[in-house]
């Protein structure tokens, strides 16, 4: 068993930024792929980041360019990272961490909110 635990969430104004990170109990990012995915009220979760573990990343098209999904080269820190750059108010949810992929493992969630 895995517990992923997150942290770094808050509330900022729109064009700030925040850094999520994810604290994993023991070291699979040499195994599995971990990824932050988001759910805003009334929509479907939906994936948002994912690095596997050669260190390939890929983003959902509605943050390329402004979220960047890391993991610590510290084997032991065991945590990945999503850091959020030019929020919108559009990016308000609740980001998981997860690993392993949709039927693993995942975090308790923390909550993003980008008002003015």
């Known amino acids: 068993q895995v517990q992923l635990v997150e942290s770094g969430g808050g509330f900022v104004q729109p064009g700030g930024s925040l850094r999520l990170s994810c604290a994993a109990s023991?070291?699979?990012?040499?195994?599995?792929?971990m990824a932050w995915y988001r759910q805003a009220p009334g929509k479907q979760r939906e994936l948002v980041a994912i690095?596997?573990?050669?260190?390939?990343?890929?983003?959902a098209d509605s943050v390329k360019g402004r979220f960047t999904i890391s993991r610590s080269r510290d084997n032991a820190k065991n945590t990945v990272d999503l850091q959020m750059n030019d929020l919108k108010p559009e990016d308000t949810a609740v980001y998981y961490c997860?690993?392993?992929?949709?039927?693993?493992?995942w975090g308790q969630g923390t909550q993003v909110t980008v008002s003015s």
């Open positions: 690095i596997t573990p050669g260190d390939n990343k890929n983003y």
């Open positions: 023991r070291n699979i990012f040499n195994i599995y792929s």
């Open positions: 997860n690993g392993g992929g949709p039927s693993a493992w």
